[in-house]
């Protein structure tokens, strides 16, 4: 229904129509002025034309991409699925980042997406001073979550999102190196950097005598159960003294991750002797094998690593490539290969539930089956057992 109302100003007489209307439940309006009468005339004309082909504007047509982002997020997290830990912190920041705060859910163009991306991978100062910026792969999972977003839009919330714009914008970014995919990385740390960087926590020992963070967070003892269980951070820092088959030696690692299933993917994982034997030794103080957070395990393992950085470079000498926490699982499976397990046997380890993410490794099956860390110093303080002969 429209209606048009004659009003006279100081300007003269003003005609002001109104479009409303209400279908399946959703009321909307909207209203504009004219000098004429014909001309609001015709405007209703074009408008109700273009509304019933078009149909009703949603409530969230006006939301803005960051706030998309959160209303995202929440449903997410509230859906049987959940949703992963490192999807969620990037919606987060893209929630506050202030470009994304002025363009809108139903009107950003590819040249604003492409914009945004670019402003990721330039990086920008925050408030408090730091300055964050994205590499390629970063900027990709950005464009990713933001093509989720718009989807979810138009399916749930009934905005008319423009993907195709998004998506314009996301071939000439590949074309412009702003997006890219991750390069694989094969680092593995040698027997000398573990012992470099177990060295930063006997050293705090020694210096100061007393408890300190280092002494809570028994890392000594983590790093190599990250390497023998071949266990991502996340799972050591949740795996529970309930989940633990001591007679079948293997653990039961909840909601393991996956590319697809973010909740309820529990997997029965192997303990080899070495990880079995680490776990015997903690004392059981909480229902968490290792009671510690992975925000404290990786800080501390963070700054073991730059410690022994530095102290390679006062001494004149190369640490070699940095290690990463995420390395230390890589090295583990790595080694298991090199005693001659098979992809099944390491599988049941790793907990890869697809025999063909572990192709990568295979080469190690042909040389000669050495167990690396049969003479290493940390296995023999701790007397740790020998590895499974390989059947």
């Not at 019933?52 to 699925?81: H, I, Q, T």
């Not at 996301?170 to 074309?175: K, L, P, S, Y």
């Not at 003294?241 to 001591?246: C, E, M, T």
Request: glycine fraction near 6%; proline fraction near 5%; charge should be positive.
């Amino acid at each position: 229904m429209a209606t048009i109302t004659q009003r006279k100003g100081v300007k003269g007489v003003r005609y002001t129509a109104q479009i409303r209307m209400q279908r399946d439940g959703v009321k909307y309006s909207e209203s504009e002025s004219f000098d004429s009468k014909a001309a609001a005339k015709a405007w209703v004309r074009k408008r109700e034309a273009a509304l019933d082909e078009e149909g009703l504007p949603s409530a969230f047509d006006g939301m803005s991409v960051a706030e998309g982002c959160r209303r995202y997020l929440e449903e997410l997290k509230n859906s049987p699925r959940g949703v992963a830990r490192s999807k969620a912190q990037t919606l987060n920041a893209m929630a506050r980042h202030p470009m994304l705060a002025e363009l809108t859910l139903m009107r950003a163009k590819s040249s604003d997406w492409l914009k945004y991306l670019a402003d990721r991978l330039k990086g920008r100062e925050l408030p408090d001073g730091r300055f964050v910026k994205a590499g390629p792969s970063r900027v990709k999972d950005d464009f990713i979550y933001l093509k989720g977003v718009l989807e979810h839009a138009r399916i749930a919330w009934g905005v008319k999102a423009d993907l195709n714009a998004l998506d314009e914008a996301g071939v000439r970014a590949r074309q412009m190196g702003v997006i890219a995919k991750a390069p694989s990385r094969d680092v593995r740390p040698t027997l000398d950097q573990l012992d470099q960087i177990m060295g930063y926590w006997t050293r705090e020992f020694n210096r100061r005598g007393h408890r300190t963070p280092a002494a809570e967070t028994p890392m000594l003892l983590l790093v190599p159960f990250m390497i023998f269980s071949t266990r991502r951070l996340s799972e050591v820092a949740s795996i529970r003294w309930d989940d633990l088959d001591v007679a079948k030696r293997r653990v039961l690692v909840r909601d393991m991750k996956h590319p697809r299933k973010k909740q309820g993917n529990n997997v029965w994982v192997h303990l080899p002797p070495r990880a079995m034997a680490i776990i015997e030794r903690m004392p059981q103080v909480s229902e968490l094998i290792f009671p510690y957070t992975s925000a404290a395990i990786r800080r501390q393992f963070e700054c073991a690593v730059a410690w022994a950085e530095e102290e390679a470079e006062k001494a004149g000498k190369s640490f070699g490539p940095h290690i990463r926490l995420h390395d230390l699982r890589h090295e583990g499976i790595s080694h298991y290969f090199e005693l001659g397990y098979d992809i099944p046997r390491v599988a049941m380890i790793s907990g890869h539930q697809t025999w063909a993410q572990l192709q990568r490794y295979t080469h190690l099956m042909d040389i000669d089956h050495v167990d690396k860390y049969a003479d290493w110093g940390w296995v023999k303080h701790f007397d740790l057992p020998v590895h499974e002969p390989v059947r």
